[in-house]
Nanobody
Framework: QVQLVESGGGSVQAVGSLRLSCVASGYAYSVNYRRYSMGWFRHAPGKEREGVAALGSDGRTIYADPVLGRFTISKDNVNTLSLQMNSLKPEETAMYYC?????????????????????WGQGTQVTVSS
């Protein structure tokens, strides 16, 4: 199993920025980190979980249309996945989760589907006020 710990959430005004981090650990990850695809998801009360951005094990990235051009997913180092969020909107208030899976999907779009992942963090709250 992989342990994932998110941080960086908080409260920000609309059009502000936040940077989320997700630290991955555990034996499985340490020996096979090159095989892992990782993603960010968000879940707001009353709404379905939504894939935000993902980074495949092959280095390719994909973003949900609503965040394209404003969010950037990246690996800071072997263990840390980040999500830079700019020009935040109030409707993006949600709990943000990091997820990981040890495979590269056949299509990149599948990485925005939470069912593809088998490891999840506890989440970090992002609140955007108008």
């Amino acid at each position: 199993q992989v342990q994932l710990v998110e941080s960086g959430g908080g409260s920000v005004q609309a059009v502000g920025s936040l940077r989320l981090s997700c630290v991955a650990s555990g034996y499985a990850y340490s020996v096979n980190y090159r095989r892992y695809s990782m993603g960010w998801f968000r879940h707001a009360p009353g709404k379905e979980r939504e894939g935000v951005a993902a980074l495949g094990s092959d280095g390719r990235t994909i973003y949900a249309d609503p965040v394209l051009g404003r969010f950037t997913i990246s690996k800071d180092n072997v263990n840390t996945l980040s999500l830079q969020m700019n020009s935040l909107k109030p409707e993006e208030t949600a709990m943000y989760y990091c997820a990981a899976v040890s495979r590269t999907p056949t299509t990149l779009e599948r990485l925005l589907n939470g069912d593809e992942y088998n490891s999840w963090g506890q989440g970090t709250q992002v609140t955007v006020s108008s």
